[in-house]
């Protein structure tokens, strides 16, 4: 504690300008999580949080009990699965066909392009799709009737729903992720390009021996980063592009979708605490032997 203290007094100007940024995380992020007793608890508005009865783990109980749990944890990781992958693969293949363009003007109207759909709302691409697949006036059926063939009803066809949502979210986020790979390949040695040139190596013998195991260090810390997400959904994503057809939800429900509604209609704060608490557990679990696993291959490549 002396040391901290003088520590304090040889930096004050520091610490003045960091404690903004300290106290808003302590009030924004740790304060809340006082909240977290909900998920034990059989809370009533009138005895509000710490007054509110115990009831151990029976909100869990009722969470998989009921087998919602089981399905929405389901869901969330198998989405977030496929869209880890499409979406990583997709930037990393946009990273390096830019990076090959030869037009200056021509690359930087690409690049542009590519990440114009990251500044799209949610709630406009929901509006996209919708007008796409819409039974009556939808862009696909229009396109099928001038053709001579029937109309599908896609919000019928919860199979479908998959694809549609790895769709709109690889098109969405593949121009950002982009950015960063185009950074880590743009620090790459120009010099080491050169002397492959010379030394005959077509463009996809570069790819393969000099761009992709100069970027693996930054693909394995944005696949880590993002594996830590893995049992958060995109709430404003599904819900957005879904909404609240019933017809949908055992393919489309994920943990924030489903923890969202449930307050809406039952508003058991309990039960939504325990699907919460469920998933940022599971979450943090999965990060730790994630890491532990990277580590353990090459030391290098882990976050901590």
Known sequence: MKDFIEEVKRNKALFVMAAPAVILVLVMQYLPM???VLAFKNYRYDMGVFGSDWNGFANFSY?????????????TILYNLLNLITSQLLAVLIAIFITEMNGKIFKKLSQSIIFLPYFISWVIVGVFVYNIFN?????????????GLDPVNMYDKPGAWPIIICVFNSWKW???????YIAAITGVDAEIYEAASIDGATIFQRIRAITLPS???????MLLLQVGRILRGDFEM???????????YNATDVIDTYVFRSLLQNSNIGMTAAASFYQSTLCF???????????????DYALF
Do not use: H
Request: one cysteine or more; aromatic letters at 8%; proline letters at 1%.
């Open 215 to 221: 970027i693996k260090p930054t693909i394995i810390t």
């Open 63 to 75: 969470l998989f009990s009921s087998g919602t749990g089981w399905l929405i944890t389901r869901n």
């Open 34 to 36: 006082t909240g977290l």
């Open 285 to 299: 679990i999965i990060i730790i032997v994630v890491n532990a696993v990277v580590k353990r291959i090459d030391e």
């Open 238 to 248: 599904f819900y957005q592009i879904v909404g609240n057809n019933g017809q949908l």
């Open 174 to 180: 593949c121009g950002y992720n982009s950015v960063i």
């Open 135 to 147: 039974y009556e006036t939808g862009l696909l059926n229009g396109m099928l009737s001038s053709m």
